[in-house]
């Protein structure tokens, strides 16, 4: 397996198995320490510096709201290695009798929620780093993910792509946000429910402190975006719709 051969190469992990169950627990959602050590029955303590060196070495990643000093979430970095954890591994014994395509069909919900999903949303986050300011109007400083809280609903939104102004500080409780984005892979267009969606956001960070008001909205999709939405960002200055082509460099942005 991918992971196993990974794991030899680097002589600091002497103790496989416990690293190969922490990508595991990591790649099946478990993303704190405590969550982790929970699901393999152990301490805290037992798993902190095992996940330290799985950070270091590049096969675990640590990702820190960017408007909260919260606990960053511990995601697996490579999409390769939550593949082999999440299906090739729970299917190998379908796979290994030739039945391939069953293992498949029942493995896509996995791939399309925690594999594909995940992924989508990193590269995302990504281009947005490297790429938004030349694209876009929108001139961004520090890009990540936030959590936030909606007490009228008694519920918390994620928040996929969130950018800063150049120079302003992460997790400040003020802080000028340009940019509040949603990246989707799921098979259908995406639409202005989603749009309606990023306003109430938007609204959410005026609400709560943040200097949010002039952000502009960004839907980044894998599978394109509903006719009317497309004439939207014809006429907004605050709409920005990314598809997969304008991602990897083969078409424009539309809006702004």
Partial sequence: M???????EDPRITHRTLYYDLLSAVA???STPSKIGAMLEKQRSAVAAPLDVLESTGYLRKEQDLLKGRSPVITVADPVIRFNQLITLPMVDLIEHG????AWQDSKPTFHS????PHFEETAREWTRAFAFDETPVRVGAVGSAEIADPAARTKHEIDVLALAPGERPQSSHAQVVLLGEAKATQQPRGMKDV??????????????HHSRDA???LYSLHGFYPDLVQAAGRRQDLLLIDIDALYGDGQVRGG
């Fill in 196 to 209: 309606e969606r990023l306003e109430r956001l938007r609204d959410l960070l005026e609400d709560q402190g």
């Fill in 2 to 8: 991918e992971a196993e051969f990974l794991l030899r």
């Fill in 28 to 30: 099946q959602g478990a």
């Fill in 114 to 117: 925690k594999i594909l999903g």
């Fill in 216 to 218: 502009v909205l960004a």
């Fill in 99 to 102: 039945r391939a395509q069953v």
